[in-house]
């Protein structure tokens, strides 16, 4: 009766966890139960049919075989995984190199053919316009003091235009009584000569 009892749980035990695996586990665990409940007891021991024994043997055997070559299967299939992995590692850094390059790139401005980030380029920009400010007040500051040195000089020659003016019409006035002076006196003299 223990007996029995211990081959049913045993048969049981192993019906499960056979209905939980493929095909082939469970027929290997069917076949152990089937052998100790079919093997005999002699003097305590349990008599196995060698027959059954070989059976179970080859099916075991071939199950080896077959989870061998699972295992190696999964073994090609990880080592595809990690290479693939390598790849797209190695792919990834690429992309993320490019994408620094990227946006080095957009961050960066081209002037005068050198590259520039924005923040270089702007204040360059900055630091021309204030250049040109400064260079355009200095110029403003020149044409003023200029435009009142030709404003003094302006006016300085038309005093001087007036006053060589005022000069030549005194000295027409003066050639001209100097020039009857004279004609009075070649008259004088042309008279007497007479």
Not at 17 to 45: H, M, P, R
Not at 169 to 186: I, P, S, Y
Request: contains cysteine; charged residues 30%; hydrophobic residues 40%.
């Amino acid at each position: 009766m223990k007996k029995l009892l211990f081959a049913s749980i045993f048969t049981f035990c192993f019906s499960g966890v056979g209905f939980a695996q493929n095909s082939d586990e469970t027929t290997i665990d069917e076949k152990f139960a089937e052998l100790i409940t079919n093997s005999n007891n002699f003097k305590g021991y349990k008599v196995v049919d060698t027959g059954e024994l070989t059976t179970l043997q080859n099916l075991t055997s071939k199950r080896i075989a077959d989870l061998k070559e699972e295992i190696a299967a999964n073994k090609e299939a990880t080592l595809a995984f990690k290479q693939k992995i390598a790849t797209l590692k190695t792919d990834l850094e690429t992309m993320e190199a490019k994408l620094e390059q990227v946006s080095a790139e957009k961050d960066a401005i081209t002037f005068l053919g050198l590259p520039f980030s924005k923040a270089s380029y702007q204040t360059t920009m900055w630091g021309i316009v204030g250049i040109l400010v400064l260079a355009l007040g200095l110029f403003i500051v020149r044409f003023k003091k200029s435009n009142v040195h030709t404003q003094e000089a302006r006016k300085n020659l038309t005093e001087l235009e007036k006053e060589f003016d005022a000069y030549r019409t005194k000295a027409l006035e003066k050639e001209q009584r100097l020039g009857r002076l004279l004609q009075d006196e070649k008259n004088k003299q042309m008279k007497l000569a007479k």
